[in-house]
T-cell receptor, first 109, second 114 residues
Framework: DAKTTQPNSMESNEEEPVHLPCNHS???????IHWYRQLPSQGPEYVIH???SNVNNRMASLAIAEDRKSSTLILHRATLRDAAVYYC??????????FGQGTRLTINP | EAQVTQNPRYLITVTGKKLTVTCSQN?????MSWYRQDPGLGLRQIYY???????DKGDVPEGYKVSRKEKRNFPLILESPSPNQTSLYFC?????????????FGPGTRLTVL
């Protein structure tokens, strides 16, 4: 399974943008890049996904490098409710999700 | 409301007493899976199912069974639970098996085996 590498933790201030990086140097051509987040005491929640092009939705933006070996999840204006563990995951075929340790995001008021 | 439900949400049991954790989705999704989450180990996939009567092992299937007799239900069965199966369990579903779609997760079942 293709692996992803994320920083263990990041910290930001409320109402500021947050850029969460993810390296996936062994990504294959058919792997989709997915981001999920897990708030305390809850199940993982889908954030965004993409294949090659940058993607935007109501929650976040996903910027994918041209060689697809890295991606960045962008929260445009962080709120306290965005404090969570963020997982970058590669998915292909049978939708086997391999979760890494993720990035624990702390938002300061 | 589109959702994945799990029951029970909390369970304390004893070693060897068979139990079933139910998972149901109301979105007509083909794909369903089970994960366990342990401190320091993250989420690991136990079993998954690509459609009715089609199941396959994930990364940590030992000690677990599943069945997919109906599209909406995917129960997780522990025939003889042991303390090392104490964990937080999540069920998830997705419309189909490619990476094009998001997975929807249930609220979790916290299992303690004494």
């Amino acid at each position: 399974d293709a692996k992803t590498t994320q920083p263990n933790s990041m910290e930001s201030n409320e109402e500021e943008p947050v850029h969460l990086p993810c390296n996936h140097s062994t990504i294959s051509g058919t792997d989709y890049i997915h981001w999920y987040r897990q708030l305390p005491s809850q199940g993982p929640e889908y954030v965004i996904h993409g294949l090659t092009s940058n993607v935007n939705n109501r929650m976040a933006s996903l910027a994918i490098a041209e060689d697809r070996k890295s991606s960045t999840l962008i929260l445009h204006r962080a709120t306290l409710r965005d404090a969570a563990v963020y997982y970058c995951i590669l998915i292909q075929g049978a939708q086997k999700l391999v979760f890494g340790q993720g990035t624990r995001l702390t938002i300061n008021p | 409301e589109a959702q994945v439900t799990q029951n029970p949400r909390y369970l304390i049991t004893v070693t060897g007493k068979k139990l079933t954790v139910t998972c149901s989705q109301n979105m007509n999704h083909e794909y369903m899976s089970w994960y366990r989450q342990d401190p320091g180990l993250g989420l690991r996939q136990i079993y998954y199912s690509m459609n009715v009567e089609v199941t396959d092992k994930g990364d940590v299937p030992e000690g677990y069974k599943v069945s997919r007799k109906e599209k909406r239900n995917f129960p997780l069965i522990l025939e003889s639970p042991s303390p090392n199966q104490t964990s937080l369990y999540f069920c998830a579903s997705s419309p189909e098996t490619s990476g094009k779609n998001e997975q929807f997760f249930g609220p979790g079942t916290r299992l303690t085996v004494l």
